[in-house]
């Protein structure tokens, strides 16, 4: 620790010694019990040179074994490790160990991409009391963070920043959130490789495993399963393949994308450029979502009912927060007579439901710029089921989290499925000025009653729900080994 002044002082608030962190250390325990341990986790890749210098800053304020590179040191190692030595301690007695367990923080500084890895291994670990975390934003969209109340802005590096950073991260409030898992099977290809993606094509936080349905027809023998999980949302059509163009050009020219202003600027230029702006304004597009693919939803539990898709609309996205493309929100809030029409409900970020939202082109997509605006709001659901056979295209653009792929589509009489479904929560710290609303706050809305003439609308057995809950249950959010920082958000 720095030395004994006033400040050095509220730092041990925060403050997590080396036998706890560091194995064989020798113990030597502070003579205080810290109020908000912390541990840090930092995308030093994000935000251009932001993240080392917020890495160097959290180093020079709190043990250094505290705060992690994510370049250096993967969460699910340093993680397990911590919780292990934490146990450990407990069973002899450690009252340290015991306190610091139970109100130990998580801070995760990076784009959507990487607090979704953070949120991912946390969900692994299936702890008994698992740590809330707060985001640092760092990446180009940070909608996780303006979720909840962290801003959406690139943050100060200096000192006092991080202080007060820290002191909101020990008065905020924790908030669970609802956690989706999906699932994507396809036929591997007749020739050549025998993955139907390029590994560099899938964001990390898709990948294959072995099959879990031995009755599932697309679970046998010749297709391929891949399973991921995201915490604000799926999208596909025209936004996923802006943001497929964007990361695209990031990965080929790395040093144009060091400032969030320019990124920012960089997104809205390709969206114009890409033939997005107007298409489907006067007529359908030859591939708007409606002949892509054949929409399900889940309202009741096991029974699936399809989901009409306006052949105008040429992007579809499946939203848990209330924060998309840069912090617009675009289910919005229905008046009185839509929510008791259509029955639609607030969306909570803890109710087990999903948006689905559609929009026809990125002029469609500027009512969120209006006050009350929203996009085409399809339904709420606690599952969604997209299936893809030959038609109109052979291929699409997908996203979740911000992490885009270009996704093949079916050549011949083959079926591609993707199926996002519920599967848990997670903690998150929320600050007074967080946008998400939960069922169990007294504070939440319990009907959405502001008026939103900006944005249109539209006006199974047992064993049947046994496979739909062994089709949706991944095991694991688990990155590969071999990440690249740099590539995630």
């Known amino acids: 620790m720095p030395g004994d002044s006033k400040l050095d002082h509220i730092l041990c608030e925060y403050y997590i010694p080396n036998y706890i962190l560091v194995p064989g250390s020798e113990i030597k325990k502070p003579l205080w019990v810290p109020s908000c341990p912390v541990l840090v986790f930092i995308n030093s890749k994000s935000g251009g040179q932001l993240g080392g210098n917020l890495l160097s800053t959290y180093r020079s304020v709190l043990n250094t074994n505290q705060v992690f590179d994510l370049g250096e040191t993967k969460p699910d190692k340093a993680l397990h490790q911590i919780y292990a030595s934490l146990g450990s301690l407990k069973q002899r007695g450690d009252v340290l160990a015991s306190a610091i367990e139970n109100s130990l923080r998580i801070i995760v500084a990076g784009g959507d991409g990487t607090a979704g890895w953070l ?3 946390i969900s692994d670990l299936k702890l008994p ?53 999906i699932i994507m099977r396809m036929r591997a290809p007749k020739g050549g490789s025998c993955d139907p993606i390029g590994p560099l094509e899938l964001p990390h936080s898709l990948h ?33 393949q802006i943001s497929y163009a964007f990361h695209s050009e990031r990965k080929l020219h790395p040093e144009k994308f060091r400032n969030q202003l320019i990124n920012q600027g960089t997104y809205v230029k390709l969206g114009c450029t890409r033939g997005w702006l107007f298409g489907s304004l006067f007529r359908p597009s030859p591939t708007n979502i409606a002949q892509l693919t054949k929409v399900k939803v889940m309202k009741k539990q096991g029974q699936w009912e399809d989901l009409k898709i306006p052949r105008s609309i040429g992007s579809i996205v499946c939203l848990n927060l209330p924060s998309f493309s840069g912090g617009f929100n675009p289910w919005g809030t229905p008046y009185r007579k839509k929510f008791l029409d259509r029955g639609l409900t607030p969306p909570f970020v803890d109710d087990g439901l999903i948006e689905i939202v559609g929009f026809r082109n990125v002029l469609h997509g500027l009512v969120l710029l209006a006050p009350n605006g929203h996009g085409y709001r399809l339904a709420q659901a606690n599952a969604v089921r997209f299936e893809f056979k030959k038609g109109a295209a052979n291929h699409t653009f997908m996203r979740i989290d911000g992490e885009p792929w270009k996704q093949p589509l079916p050549a011949d009489d083959d079926t591609v499925v993707v199926e996002i479904s519920h599967f848990g929560q997670v903690s998150m710290l929320a600050t007074p000025s967080c946008r998400s609303r939960s069922v169990s706050d007294p504070s939440s809305p319990t009907a959405c009653y502001d008026e939103d003439s900006n944005g249109t609308d539209e006006g199974e057995t047992a064993d049947d729900f046994e496979e739909k809950r062994k089709f949706g249950a991944a095991d694991s959010f688990k990155f590969p080994d071999e990440l690249d920082i740099a590539h995630l958000s």
């Open 119 to 121: 949120l991912g291994v």
């Open 129 to 181: 009391h698992p740590p809330p975390v707060a985001t640092v934003p760092l990446g180009t969209g940070n909608n996780l963070p303006f979720s909840f109340g962290w801003g959406k802005k690139n943050p100060g590096t200096d000192r006092q920043s991080v202080f007060s950073f820290l002191e909101q991260v020990r008065n905020a409030n924790e908030m669970k959130i609802d956690s989706w898992h």
């Open 208 to 240: 294959a495993f072995h099959r879990i349905s031995q009755t599932d027809k697309l679970g046998m023998d010749g297709y391929h399963t891949y399973r991921g999980g995201f915490w604000n949302y799926f999208s596909m059509g025209m936004d996923a």
